[in-house]
């Protein structure tokens, strides 16, 4: 209401409308979600039940709410540590998305306009078939019989080194952290670069930049919103992932995600495990908000809400 | 030598001739226009010169040395391009600096040839803006100031003032005629507006399906057409043609149908009965009321039929009782009066035998 003076039944309408739309899913995601989050809130300043769940918040007519999960977690630097290994994994899977994205994410925005749609739908093919199914096949793929892991190892003990296991390693969790994660850079990528103007690389042709110039001065600056869309929709899920290093890694390569799902399923420590997930969710906004701030600063130039205001 | 000599250029896209056995040449320091309508081919020849293009045959020489095999960023030639292609992620200075900085320019030397080329397109202050804060025509000037901050040897304008307003697109002719003439570099300029070509250019190709109809000056296109296409293609024009009636003393007498002999003074020596057309412009007609008082080479009796009018001049379309549509125009000069005839009005229409000019065909 821009201040313009509207019928006061009209105004009440289209707010009454506007609650039965947004109303659903405010509802859907308070309950699942807000109300869970406290809940969670909650457990991580509780204590442990004696066989697993919580102590009752009750004990003797006084309330048991303490810090000592919190202690822990800051006091045994075994967490931290495997927390900073899964902020690398997460890193590195980013990195290597968008470095195998980039050329792909090109290849389908120059393509011609028939070929496109097709293309596309080759990206997002494996989203047909089951995550866990996926992730199994990676087992094959790297299986110590597998046509790949003998090829590997027959170069290797060619120049008279002993034999790698490819499978329940870092590489094989990283390999496939990349490959679970690659639709999520390739879409927001070619969203961006599909919208390029030729006759920009035209006009930076004509004033003299050769290609790689081409590249770095003008379409790689000019991808940014898409690098950074794509970069936050694979490092958030790739932060937190379980399945992957459950299923491929070796007992060195348990990441928070594993130690979270222990926390509730094995160890039964459901406080802690909840401490780490708050530590998980924190961490992950707070390298959103640096990479959106580092965004602001080196992009400087129109956002898109300030190309609207213009 | 000419600065750029193009030589028998040809550029085919697929069963489409684009460009055919184009040959012009262009002087050092020279306001050179291609004119044409759309599909002449006067852009890709433009694209051909920049680089973007390749011909099929023919050579294009800068200073005497083949273009053939250099890139676009290897010539010494700039674009302005119609949509101005500023980068929207660096500020007017960013975009100015961008051809500097591939050329290897030091750094100390940057800003001042910057703030020089602002100065040039009288852009002085608007070095931090971003291109989306400035108007049409400030991007253009943006755009001219980046592609002659390196003082190239050519710059090549594509349609440049196609998106500005009709007011704004004068002022800028006006500025783009003193900035050529104050940093001496040569302008090839494609446009599809004949009054932009006449009054910017000091020589002008036209172009007409991928083929060079005419080169001239401006005034020499103007008054002396060489072929019927330019004569309809430049400016407003009567074109009666007929067979040759008669020659003899420099005159020739076309038996214009539906309007009667038409007397034009001409070189050409056609025998009786060759077609000829002769073009005349509105405003070398005489109109007037009455039967003039002198014997005029041409004379013609009619009605208005219609009329146009636009502020300083009236256009007139008089009807002749053989059906022919003469176009007369005349300036609204007499004080007192909006202007001189209405339609329906009797008028007499009059030129001499060198008023028209005779196109061979």
């Known amino acids: 209401m821009n201040g313009k003076p509207k019928p006061v039944a009209a105004a009440t309408g ?15 995601l308070l309950l699942f979600f807000a109300i869970p989050s406290l809940i969670m809130v909650l457990a ?13 918040l009750f004990e003797g007519g006084r309330l048991d709410l303490n810090l000592d999960s919190y202690a822990r977690f800051f006091s045994e630097t075994i967490y931290a540590q495997i927390f900073l290994k899964s902020v690398w994994y997460a890193l590195f899977t980013t990195l290597f998305c968008l470095v195998l994205a980039y050329p792909l994410a090109t290849l389908i925005a120059k393509s011609p306009k028939r070929f496109r749609d097709l293309l596309l739908l080759l990206v997002i093919l494996p989203f047909w078939s ?12 790297l299986g110590p019989n597998a046509a790949l892991a003998r090829t590997v190892n027959g170069v290797l003990a060619w120049f008279g080194h002993e034999p790698v296991p490819l499978l ?3 590489f094989a969790v990283l390999v496939c952290l990349v490959y679970v994660h690659l639709p999520f850079m390739v879409l927001p990528l070619y969203a961006n670069l599909e919208k390029h103007d030729q006759a920009l690389l035209d006009a930076a042709q004509d004033l003299g930049a050769n290609a790689w110039q081409r590249f770095w001065r003008i379409t790689f600056p000019l991808s940014l919103p898409g690098v950074y869309a794509g970069a936050a929709l694979v490092f958030i899920p790739a932060l937190g992932i379980f399945a992957i290093p459950d299923i491929l890694g070796g007992p060195e390569d348990s990441l928070i995600g594993n130690v979270i799902k222990q926390q509730f399923l094995e160890t039964r420590d459901w406080p802690f495990g909840s401490v780490l997930s708050i530590v998980l969710t924190v961490a992950a906004l707070a390298l959103a908000g640096l990479a959106a701030w580092v965004a602001r600063g080196r992009l400087g130039a129109p956002s898109s809400t300030r190309e609207a205001r213009a | ?29 020279e306001f050179f226009t291609l004119l044409g309508p759309s599909g002449c081919g006067k852009t890709t020849l433009l694209r051909m010169i920049a680089g973007f293009d390749l011909p099929d045959g023919g050579r294009i020489l800068l200073n005497g040395a083949d273009l053939a095999g250099r890139p676009p960023e290897q010539r010494p030639v700039r674009t302005v391009f119609q949509s101005y292609a500023l980068f929207p992620h660096m500020t007017v200075e960013g975009n100015v600096a961008f051809p500097l900085q591939m050329a290897k320019t030091p750094a100390v030397e940057i800003p001042a040839k910057i703030a020089a080329a602002l100065e040039d397109v009288r852009l002085v202050g608007f070095g931090k803006r971003y291109p989306h804060e400035l108007s049409g025509g400030q991007k253009q000037r943006v755009a001219i100031g980046r592609a002659l901050v390196t003082h190239p040897t050519m710059l090549l304008l594509d349609e440049p003032l196609a998106a500005l307003d009709a007011k704004l697109r004068e002022e800028m002719q006006l500025e783009l005629i003193n900035l050529q003439k104050e940093v001496g570099i040569t302008f090839v300029y494609v446009t599809h507006d004949q009054t932009e070509a006449l009054a910017l250019s000091h020589r002008i190709a036209v172009m007409n399906k991928g083929r060079v109809e005419q080169l001239d000056e401006p005034s020499k296109i103007y008054s002396f057409p060489k072929t019927r296409f330019v004569a309809d293609f430049i400016g407003q024009c009567n074109l009666f043609s007929g067979p040759v009636a008669a020659g003899g003393y420099g005159v020739v007498t076309l038996d214009v149908p539906a309007l009667g002999p038409v007397r034009v003074a001409t070189a050409s020596k056609l025998p009786p009965g060759s077609p000829g057309t002769i073009a005349l412009r509105p405003e070398k007609i005489r109109i007037q009321a009455d039967a003039p008082i002198d014997t005029p080479d041409n004379h013609y009796r009619g009605t208005v039929a219609d009329l146009l009018y636009m502020g300083d001049v009236t256009v007139y379309k008089v009807a002749t009782p053989g059906g022919m549509r003469v176009e007369a125009l005349l300036a609204n000069s007499q004080s007192g009066r909006a202007k001189f005839f209405e339609v329906g009005d009797a008028v007499d229409v009059s030129w001499s035998v060198d008023a028209g000019h005779f196109i061979e065909e």
């Open chain 1, 14 to 28: 289209s707010r009454f409308g506007r609650w039965l739309v947004s109303g659903p899913p405010l509802v859907y």
């Open chain 1, 44 to 56: 991580s300043f509780r204590t442990p039940g004696e066989f697993g769940g919580l102590a009752p």
């Open chain 1, 130 to 141: 089951n995550f866990l199914i996926r992730v199994y096949a990676w087992m094959i793929i």
């Open chain 1, 168 to 170: 329940f390693s870092s």
């Open chain 2, 1 to 29: 030598m000419a600065l750029l000599e193009i030589e028998n250029v040809t550029r085919r896209f697929g069963a489409f001739t684009a460009v055919d056995k184009v040959s012009i040449g262009i002087e050092a320091g």
